[in-house]
């Protein structure tokens, strides 16, 4: 039961994938699981990908052939991708750039990169086609990807001051010393008993479409049983989403930013845009550096537009869990501010013609991250809403590199 934008698909379900005597075939088990969790689908609007084949590199990368069809305008579109490693969480840092998208239909390839310094092991993949003027979705597939990486140790540019990416390629998101803010974990995808087993708690996902593998623990046996002995492997698949078998209590603002409409006193904004997008821009840097010169995770950057008294707003729309109350986060301003005059920050949720505002604060520019807290008005919980996050410039919008920390409804 999670917040979701209203233009995503909702998928939930649970999938059963049944091994042959003792052990299944790994790369089957993934593909089948890959399958079906990371189906998705887009307006179309600008081109649409038809498929998509994984090859292996010698230099320890992978290779993307993609089919298209539908592209117009090739300079219009760009490709995303999340590669989830085998603990099913984004691999990150990912270096990603393609070869010539053509018009019409035709073919081309997009190449990754893992510039982490650990060994790490993926199990799939979402290729995403968007419209780099709006930052909407057009199209989305998903790929099996059963591969070890070896990282390069590279890195990305520092948070609020990367260069914008060059056509054909997306910039890398790292912490600010240039590695990944994550390590590898390895998951056992041994497969368990069944009969008597207790049903497992569910985990719910924070990522938008991923999925997370559920053990189920094995039971004390009450006799022998004559012939072999069944096995199952459970795979928990879920969206965001509401879910009947376990109640959700919280709302990852920071995992589902993705599927927030953002807008500045400019206009409409794509998610993770350029920092040298005058219009204003939004990006989630994962684990970043703030102004008290500690790192933070799931540090959301949300600057106004260049302009006096700019602003930026994000809007979630979808179902505010029953048990939550409140809104909390930490806030405050990325390493390197000097010239900040502060931001006015508010929170609003709103229902039809009913708004009211949970949050209202002037926050300056200093070292140290100040904590957010606004209670969900009660007539509200369990409700479809539209929660937004709104950042003012406070006179001039320079070096506003404001970020919400861990944002979340609980």
Known sequence: MTLVATSACIVLGVVFLSAEEDKPDWQNLVAGAVQEALEGSGDGEVGQIRRVKMTPR????????????????????????????????????????????????????????????AEVRSVGGNLMLVDRDTGSLSSRRKVAIPWQWTGSGGGGGQSGTAQAPPPGSLSIRTDNDGASDREPVVVDLTPV?????????????????????????????????????????????????VTTTQKVTSVDLYGMAAKA??????????????????????????????????????????????????????????????????????AGFLEGVTRSDGV???????????????????????????????????????????????????????????AWIEPVVE
Not at 99 to 108: C, F, K, L, R, V
Request: hydrophobic content about 35%; overall charge neutral.
């Open 58 to 117: 010698r230099d320890g990368g992978v290779d993307l052939s993609v089919e298209i069809r539908g592209v117009d305008d090739p300079g219009r579109v760009a490709f995303e991708v999340v590669v989830f490693d085998d603990n099913l969480q984004p691999l990150d840092p990912v270096d990603i750039s393609w070869d010539e998208i053509p018009a019409g239909e035709g073919s081309t390839v997009v190449h990754l990169t893992y510039l982490g310094g």
């Open 193 to 241: 008993r069944i009969g008597d087993t207790p049903k497992p708690e569910e985990i719910r996902l924070t990522t938008v479409q991923t999925m997370h593998v559920v053990k189920k623990p094995t039971p004390t046996p009450r006799a022998p049983t004559p012939g072999p002995t069944a096995t199952l492997t459970q795979l928990a698949i879920m969206a965001p989403a």
């Open 344 to 402: 006015r920050v508010t929170v609003e949720v709103s229902k039809g013609n009913f708004r009211t505002t949970i949050v209202d604060r002037t926050i300056a520019a200093k070292p140290g991250v100040v904590t957010l807290s606004g209670a969900i008005p009660e007539g509200l919980r369990g409700q479809a809403v539209v929660l937004t996050l709104n950042v003012h410039a406070n006179g001039t919008s320079t070096q506003d590199w404001f």
């Open 261 to 330: 409409k953002w807008r500045s006193s400019n206009g409409t904004l794509p998610f993770n845009g350029s920092s040298n997008d005058s219009r204003g821009f939004v990006r989630a840097l994962g684990t970043a550096t703030m102004l008290d010169g500690k790192k933070y995770p799931k540090v959301l950057q949300t600057h106004p537009a260049w302009t006096d008294n700019g602003t930026i707003s994000g809007a979630y729309a979808g179902t505010i869990p029953s048990s939550a109350t409140r809104f909390t986060a930490k």
